[in-house]
């Protein structure tokens, strides 16, 4: 079992930046991947960003070039540094866990961009 808490999210004007932080309860190395994903109100779930045991990352085209994924095995935490927010960056992120056998996912941290 793995925990997820994410923090960091709130409130910017367009253009703005954020960094959110997801601590995990267990040591990350054991994960396969470890990811970011964001649910606007009425939409479905998307993948943000993600990044692998390795450290290759991925990410949404949506996002790319602004969006920037990282971990910190010594700390068991994942980031997701995002600069040049726009409003429809608004959203709920999710930090997400794969292991081999199931998956995790945090409570969400709300991140509201206005323009």
């Known amino acids: 079992q793995v925990q997820l808490v994410e923090s960091g999210g709130g409130l910017v004007q367009a253009g703005g930046s954020l960094r959110l932080s997801c601590a995990a309860s267990?040591?990350?190395?054991?994960?396969?991947?470890m990811g970011w994903y964001r649910q606007a109100p009425g939409k479905q779930r998307d993948l943000v960003a993600i990044i692998t045991r390795g450290g290759s990352t991925n990410y949404a085209d949506s996002v790319k070039g602004r969006f920037t994924i990282s971990r910190d095995n010594t700390k068991n935490a994942v980031y997701l540094q995002m600069n040049s927010l726009k409003p429809e960056d608004t959203a709920v992120y999710y930090c997400?866990?794969?292991?081999?056998?199931?998956?995790?996912w945090g409570q969400g941290t709300q991140v509201t961009v206005s323009s």
């Open positions: 997400y866990a794969d292991a081999t056998m199931t998956d995790y």
């Open positions: 267990k040591n990350i190395f054991s994960l396969n991947f």
